[in-house]
């Protein structure tokens, strides 16, 4: 029985590099080649691409239809919502099959099945409610992967609040130690120090050259194929590396915190019988 399944969230609209999902990479879109990759996780599982319903991400949904790929569009802003009902989707059409869900971002084409597979065997070895090799981070910005029960998806949509909480789907989950187990992978050495995901227009630079070298002889190039590649050519990953982790979270965090700040100043009283 598949009971795990793939969410890809991507999306056309973009403040720092617009269109990033389809620029295309040695002639084919961005995000078929993340989706190709996809298909060599070993771990039996369903695929589903969640974009969301404006008419901008149409062309995400036609490539999905070209490339035989489940899509689901929902929300634009409230990525969580649309991956609560992108997974609901996917349990009916399966009877109430779906019980894991793997998350994975449009924006890192050179994801690496093999980690994700990984991930995925120590979620179901420790029976966690959440597993990621991203807190802390060892592995290249750009190879992160979170895997989560339904149910704790389930809980995350009722509850979450924070604006950083339906943008980034998993900071609930992540932010509440007490009821959900959690685990996280960890790799030898640690290569947190590279960026390998697409947020800029240098980042896109720095994967096409990656691409351009490894894809043409080996179009299933992996994780020890691009260190081997960097450490030849070291001058691939100062390409990039002056740009920050994470800022689309950091920006996440500062709407929280505007939203905290407008809060009436007799927060104190909530919850009394006065």
Known sequence: MIDILIILQARVSSSRLPGKVLKKILGKPML???IQRLVQVQTPHQLVVATSNEKDDEAIALLCKQLNVACYRGSLNDVLARYYFAAMDANTKTQGKIKHIV???GDCPLIDANIID???SLYLKEQVDYCSNCTPATLPDGLDVEVFSLSALEIAHHNARKPSEREHVTPYIRNNVHLFTQANYIHQPDLSHYRWTVDEPKDFSFVTKIYQ???PSNSNFTLTDI???ITKQPELSEINQHIMRNEG???SEL???KIDNQAPHNQSHVG???
């Open 227 to 229: 260190l081997d590649l």
């Open 32 to 34: 078929e080649h993340q």
């Open 213 to 215: 070298a490894l894809y």
């Open 255 to 257: 709407a929280d915190q």
């Open 272 to 274: 009394k019988t006065l």
């Open 103 to 105: 998350r994975v971002t």
């Open 118 to 120: 990984n991930v995925i």
């Open 249 to 251: 979270f950091k920006k």
